[in-house]
């Protein structure tokens, strides 16, 4: 018999350490599943193993994590680290592969905790090696201590370039140049959302804060960037980019890109679940109730992998799933859950104040989210956006369609990558919202497993198998 | 041959060191490093070519997004690179294009 436990976490960050805390202060037995070897998602990664150095260079929002951490010191938690995900049932079984061997866990409720991923920002040039996302170099920091020589490039838009940014002089790098993408527009459209923000000003104050850093190292911040490309053989070797009205080129081994973070939705596309089209982040988000609880009974979403929020939204979210799931385990009464979940709803909102404004000031430029026919766009197939305009041509309707044209969303990332610029691309060609276009439908296994890992997942007990047979 | 990429290490853990083996090259690791980690570290930008058109490609989401840092680790081919932490002696090979089927390898 598969094992059964109370709640299954599937993501070990903020929302997921939160929600098994919680879960467990509450008497439930929580297993808490993650790919990494150790809690903290990636905002709060390595922070297991941290020095004086590491901790100056990242600043005073990392070890907050460490609260968070030691929530997780709790008899009813079991942590199961280095074990990875690859399918979730609508029956609640959760699917592990860890170590070569796989396993199956029943779950009463399980919270999808899986976070978010860096949008992808592709342009000419950018699947050259050298070229990472920003959150890769952030990863490298946290896990390895790692920072990049002299004149690597930023480029993109968003809170994370300016931190990166931060943290790099902070550890002595000499950035090369920080290339902002951000239309210029944006600016005044974001005006609107201000009085809201303010609410939260403690973002804003980072945020100010960070620029002025920035500001006062003289690294070189071109603005209004467009027309970015990596060029190089084998490696990139520079950057090229127009900038008010004039063309530049800037050598460089390292391009770090970022425009921001949508929700991973990998599992819960894969359970067929409702999303809807966020137009101001343009991504979607599966559809929830107030507590998280998605279509399906017992199975909830809490963090960014619902909608980007930041590391304390995932956290209020991980605290309602988990007391809603203790709730309806009868842990708790009904009155205990709503009284409890009142101050986690206050901090909550006070969170979610700043998004409208963040969101439309660092909007992605329409450029890197529909490039140029030239440019790849699915990185596994090496498909290019002018390809999928073609097969849109030919009637492709969505990105279904045009995977089976030419296999964009095939390789083994499984769309994850490419999944919204593929939308995004049909979309424009086609004169419609991406809401109209749709996504990848996803399919497990959600991670790729070996026939060898899978023949060892335990059978069905024997006895029920004739059970079945005989009924 | 590493070629060319340059990161550098703010502070070292006091675990200690790791010897990997990338393409038959002793790379020295940090204890901790993911094994996509410490080729970026030692000077590999490249780490694979890809199935399609066969060109060079490196590591790029170091969270188990985006696959482009498939590698073979111990036999087992297409393993990514950041998801795999580094051990004592672990032999590390490029992916080159697309991989062929054979029968019979290490992979159960």
């Known amino acids: 018999m598969p094992e059964r436990t109370d709640l299954v976490v599937i993501g070990a960050g903020p929302a997921g350490m939160a929600a098994a805390a919680c879960a467990a202060q509450r008497d439930l037995r929580v297993l808490l599943i993650d790919e990494q070897p150790a809690a903290g998602g990636q905002i709060y990664r390595g922070l297991d193993y941290t020095d004086r150095v590491k901790l100056e260079v990242l600043g005073p929002d990392y070890p907050r994590g460490r609260e968070l951490l030691d929530g997780l010191a709790q008899p009813g938690i079991r942590c199961l680290p280095e074990s990875t995900v690859w399918q979730v049932t609508r029956e609640r079984e959760v699917f592990i592969s860890r170590n070569g061997e796989a396993d199956v866990v029943v779950a009463d409720r399980i919270v999808l905790a899986t976070g978010a991923m860096e949008r992808a920002m592709p342009f000419p040039g950018w699947t050259r090696a050298g070229v990472m996302n920003a959150g890769a170099g952030q990863i490298l920091l946290k896990g390895s201590a790692l920072i990049p020589d002299d004149n690597a490039v930023l480029a993109g838009s968003g809170p994370l370039l300016y931190l990166l940014a931060w943290q790099y002089l902070q550890a002595g790098v000499k950035v090369g140049a920080i290339l902002e993408t951000t239309p210029r527009s944006n600016l005044i459209q974001a005006m609107v959302h201000l009085p809201g923000a303010l609410r939260a000003n403690a973002y804003l104050r980072k945020g100010i804060g960070l620029l002025r850093a920035i500001r006062r190292s003289r690294v070189p911040h071109f603005r209004g960037v467009t027309a970015l490309r990596a060029l190089g053989s084998a490696q990139v070797e520079s950057v090229a980019f127009e900038s008010g009205g004039n063309a530049h080129a800037l050598p460089c081994s390292i391009l770090l890109l970022h425009q921001g973070v949508v929700p991973n939705v990998q599992i819960t596309r894969s359970l067929g679940l409702e999303h809807d089209w966020a137009p101001l982040p343009r991504c979607w988000h599966p559809r929830v109730s107030a507590w998280g609880e998605t279509a399906i009974e017992g199975i909830y979403v809490a963090g960014d992998g619902g909608g980007i929020g930041g590391a304390e939204v995932a956290a209020q979210q991980g605290r309602l799933a988990a007391l809603h799931a203790a709730q309806h385990l009868g842990a708790i009464s009904v009155q205990e859950c709503e009284s409890q979940a009142r101050p986690v709803r206050r901090h909550l909102a006070y969170h979610l104040a700043v998004r409208s404004f963040l969101d439309t000031l660092y909007s992605p430029a329409r450029e890197y989210l529909c490039p140029s026919n030239e440019t790849i766009i699915c990185r596994c197939e090496e498909v290019t956006a002018g390809s999928v305009r073609e097969y849109v041509r030919l009637g492709c309707l969505g990105p279904n369609q045009t995977k089976a044209f030419g296999r964009p969303g095939m390789g083994p990332c499984q769309g994850r990558l490419c999944g919204l610029t593929v939308s995004e691309v049909i979309a424009g060609a086609r004169g419609v919202s991406p809401a109209e276009v749709g996504y990848y439908r996803v399919r497990p296994p959600i991670k790729p497993i070996t026939l060898g890992e899978l023949a060892t997942l335990p059978l069905p007990d024997e006895q029920q198998l004739e059970a079945q047979d005989i009924g | ?108």
């Open chain 2, 1 to 108: 041959m590493p070629n060319g990429l340059s990161f550098n290490r703010l502070s070292e853990r006091p675990g200690g060191t790791v010897t990997i083996c990338f393409e038959g090259q002793p790379v020295t690791a940090q204890d901790g490093d993911t094994v996509a980690a410490a080729l970026l570290a030692a000077g590999y930008a490249v780490t694979r070519t890809t199935p399609v058109h066969g060109v060079p490609r490196g590591p790029f989401c170091m969270m188990g997004v985006c696959f482009d840092c498939l590698l073979e680790i111990d036999g087992r081919a297409n393993r990514q690179g950041c998801m795999v932490r580094v051990t004592e002696g672990l032999q590390v090979r490029r992916m080159a294009g697309a991989r062929s089927a054979s029968i019979g390898e290490a992979d159960a």
